[in-house]
T-cell receptor, first 112, second 113 residues
Framework: DQQVKQNSPSLSVQEGRISILNCDYTNSMFDYFLWYKKYPAEGPTFLISISSIKDKNEDGRFTVFLNKSAKHLSLHIVPSQPGDSAVYFCAASRNAGNMLTFGGGTRLMVKP | GAGVSQTPSNKVTEKGKYVELRCDPISGHTALYWYRQSLGQGPEFLIYFQGTGAADDSGLPNDRFFAVRPEGSVSTLKIQRTERGDSAVYLC???????????FGPGTRLTVL
């Protein structure tokens, strides 16, 4: 049973436009959510996180939105840049620590 | 400072052999995690250490898998009697404490022929 799902395996966006990556979860015990970015042959790199007591967190070009009632979160990248092309993983945990449960990833391609 | 390092970067072995994968966490990080990423999937949790002890090993798939962290720093993931299904990228992550951001190493790609 996949507790964290990213239903779009890939997304293509024009440089300068907004990229929106989506993630759904089923476990209502999750209270901390993260986005990681992964380039080929590298480990995942932390991007941004959000606690369940918030519905939005912003860091530069990256904003994460959390809709607890829908068990849905999204990552917005504005403006998108070619260097943002990577695989993005959404992850969730209980009590802001311990094991992370990851989604399957979305490959973002930003075209110049 | 230096990030999480993992050795070897690639390991090819034959079915039935024993392998050891090493993780060097960021200096001072007390929490250490192992994950496994199969092709086309997200990382899956294997085991978590707080200091020298395994605080949660619920993700280890079976008793062929074992991990140690004897001095609370470097960790070794050990796989006995490898099977083709063990082929994956094994990722290590560390953090200051249990509730802090996990920083990942580049992974070890294990191929079992």
């Amino acid at each position: 049973d996949q507790q964290v799902k990213q239903n779009s395996p890939s997304l293509s966006v024009q440089e300068g436009r907004i990229s929106i990556l989506n993630c759904d979860y089923t476990n209502s015990m999750f209270d901390y959510f993260l986005w990681y970015k992964k380039y080929p042959a590298e480990g995942p790199t932390f991007l941004i996180s959000i606690s369940s007591i918030k519905d939005k967190n912003e860091d530069g070009r990256f904003t994460v939105f959390l809709n607890k009632s829908a068990k849905h979160l999204s990552l917005h990248i504005v403006p998108s840049q070619p260097g943002d092309s990577a695989v993005y993983f959404c992850a969730a945990s209980r009590n802001a620590g311990n094991m992370l449960t990851f989604g399957g990833g979305t490959r973002l391609m930003v075209k110049p | 400072g230096a990030g999480v390092s993992q050795t070897p970067s690639n390991k090819v072995t034959e079915k039935g052999k024993y392998v050891e994968l090493r993780c060097d966490p960021i200096s001072g990080h007390t929490a250490l995690y192992w994950y496994r990423q199969s092709l086309g999937q997200g990382p899956e949790f294997l085991i978590y250490f707080q200091g020298t002890g395994a605080a949660d090993d619920s993700g280890l798939p079976n008793d062929r898998f074992f991990a140690v962290r004897p001095e609370g720093s470097v960790s070794t993931l050990k796989i006995q009697r490898t099977e083709r299904g063990d082929s994956a990228v094994y990722l290590c992550a560390s953090s200051w404490g249990r509730t802090d951001t996990q920083y990942f190493g580049p992974g070890t790609r294990l191929t079992v022929l």
